[in-house]
């Protein structure tokens, strides 16, 4: 029994195996199942409120399933071990503003152990990579929206977590800074990372290789942009999700 | 390490925010300097006007540091309604009837016992008591005895709120949530709170004693190290109520609105008022309240010289009070990770 679920488990990073999730009565979840294999960027699409970052934060081991379970890396979730493993970006900034972004990357690197020249050496590679190099110094609450997105996005990438979480990491940012993130996206993808992104952004879909698609705390639709659109004779992402959002009704 | 980290970062908070400094160690000094001025422990002199009375009974007064104004009997009931004086004294056929203004009980006291004084009999001159004290001194003033509560209070007040809302922070702006998606556990971010604001606390505990004791002159003939050991404990068992607290706030509004539920009735019962008259049960009630172990072992540190000996059990019961409120914290976080 015990090596059935775990070959059965093992080509996947991340398994989510009949997760179902209610806050008291009101269940945000239904019966939730998705496979993602390693070194993929797996899109999250469906409107605000309908149950993504409930999905996500559970995945993270933050919340917990009221029934079903999740395997990281073929260890049941929430694990301590493991969370040193995933790179987690809430929706909201969770950044201590009175302290510069120096001593917030510095703080949340040491919790995921990191110390000396290595910890300096990461801090100025990912703020580098989000473009904040110049602004090392100064208090977060003096940052703009979309800085502070940013730096999240640093403070997650800054342990080299093999797998990636990111709530609508590129909310706020423009065009030129949010391309030379997906290129950076692409190459952590690459050298192995798994990465699973919630969005609304539709432009921002067609560049994951799978995409799930979520409507009223139900997956509607798994496959690549390619085969969602195909499966439901769309044009675009967005008529498809129109197509599979009407036919769940 | 990780509570290495979370105590410098609490430490790098605090200093990043001058004004919250400013609250923890000026603002209880400023209010300890005004309680010292009004309650500077010199007696009301009552105010005492004289329609009709033997020369010798006002020159007994006045003795007696009463203020005295004569006036004739319209003026005098004038005087009093518009409490210019707080007493009229009106002598008919030898017998002193006194008309008290009333609206202060211990105004009125003090005017009944002069005239009381004045009008004796001086027969038992010769037996004047002889009067020693067992504790505490003649003219010792009320700052004195309430003093050392004081410091416990506020020390107790500013770190229940400064750490209940910092914490509530936490949990509000979501760092709370991010820092639990990391592998810290839950208790390091306890011990990590405790510690970092235990070490600002250490320095607030003592400047406020050392002030105390060496600006304002309170009485001190105790250890200026046990003194500082209650203070600091008392800080703890404020912390980590006032974490554990703010779990039950969602803004910071709330979280005031706990002061007078959790903060006012120690208060009342830590020995700042005398209860002995109160029935027994209800005194009782300051045996569950943390400010009732802090103010016994500061009184008796300062006020009665005693030492280590006679005030562990306070000690020990602030120290279980902590544990207890830290092991609920810890309890407590698992709403926001189940590990």
């Known amino acids: 029994m015990q090596n059935k679920v775990s070959s059965m488990l093992d080509s996947n990073c991340i398994k989510v195996e009949n997760v179902n999730k209610s806050f008291g009565k009101k269940q945000v979840l239904f019966d939730i199942n998705l496979d993602i294999p390693y070194s993929q960027i797996i899109g999250l699409l469906g409107p605000s409120g309908s149950g993504k970052s409930t999905l996500v934060k559970m995945i993270a081991g933050i919340d917990i399933a009221t029934s079903g379970s999740v395997y990281l890396l073929n260890e049941k979730m929430p694990k301590l071990s493991l969370m040193n493993k995933i790179g987690y970006m809430a929706q909201s900034d969770a950044l201590y503003e009175e302290l510069t972004a120096e001593e917030n990357i510095k703080f949340f690197a040491s919790m995921y152990g990191l110390s000396g020249n290595n910890l300096k050496q990461r801090i100025s590679e990912v703020m580098k990579l989000v473009n904040l190099s110049d602004h090392l110094k100064k208090q977060v609450k003096q940052y703009s929206g979309g800085m502070k997105r940013r730096l999240s996005l640093a403070i997650a990438l800054v342990h080299e977590p093999p797998i990636l979480i990111l709530d609508e990491p590129t909310v706020g940012i423009d065009p030129v800074l949010r391309k030379s993130i997906w290129e950076e996206l692409y190459k952590l993808k690459n050298s192995g990372t798994t990465i699973i992104i919630t969005t609304h952004v539709m432009d921002e879909v067609e560049k994951c290789n799978n995409l799930g698609m979520i409507r009223d705390g139900k997956l509607i639709a798994v496959g690549s942009p390619a085969e969602i659109k195909h499966n439901s004779n769309s044009s675009t992402i967005e008529e498809a999700f129109l197509y599979y959002g009407g036919a769940s009704k | ?339």
């Open chain 2, 1 to 339: 390490m990780r509570v290495k980290a979370i105590v410098i970062r609490i430490l790098l908070q605090l200093a990043h925010d001058k004004r919250t400094i400013g609250l923890m160690i000026l603002a209880p000094i400023l209010v300890l300097t005004l309680m010292s001025f009004i309650f500077d422990g010199s007696n009301y002199h009552p105010k005492i006007g004289i329609i009709n009375a033997p020369i010798s009974i006002v020159n007994k007064l006045e003795d007696n540091d009463a203020k005295i104004i004569r006036y004739t009997e319209n003026d005098a009931y004038y005087a009093l309604s518009l409490s210019e004086v707080d007493a009229i004294i009106n002598f008919e056929n030898g017998i002193p009837k006194i008309t008290l203004e009333g609206s202060d009980p211990s105004k009125s006291q003090s005017v009944i016992k002069l005239v009381q004084n004045a009008t004796q009999q001086p027969a038992s001159i010769a037996a004047k008591p002889d009067i020693t004290y067992l504790y505490g001194y003649e003219n010792m003033s009320s700052f004195d005895n309430f003093g050392p509560i004081l410091i416990g209070f506020f020390v107790f007040f500013f770190v229940f709120l400064v750490a209940g809302v910092s914490f509530l922070g936490e949990r509000t702006s979501g760092t709370l949530e991010r820092i639990l998606s990391t592998p810290l556990r839950r208790w390091e971010i306890v011990l990590g709170y405790l510690l970092g604001f235990g070490a600002f606390t250490i320095i607030q505990s003592a400047l406020i004693a050392w002030y105390s004791i060496n600006v304002l002159n309170i009485m001190m003939i105790g250890s200026f190290s046990l003194v500082i050991l209650v203070t600091i404990l008392t800080a703890m068992v404020a912390l980590s109520i006032g974490t554990f607290i703010s779990a039950f706030a969602n803004n910071e509004l709330q979280m005031i609105q706990f002061i007078p539920i959790i903060v006012v009735p120690q208060v009342f019962f830590s020995g700042l008022f005398d209860l002995s008259t109160m029935s027994t049960w209800l005194q009782s009630f300051g045996h569950f309240m943390p400010l009732w172990y802090s103010a016994d072992a500061l009184r008796n540190i300062m006020i009665r010289g005693k030492g280590w000996g006679d005030v562990s059990f306070d000690v020990l019961i602030l120290l279980l009070i902590c544990i207890f409120f830290m092991v609920l914290n810890i309890l407590a976080l698992k709403k926001y990770r189940k590990i």
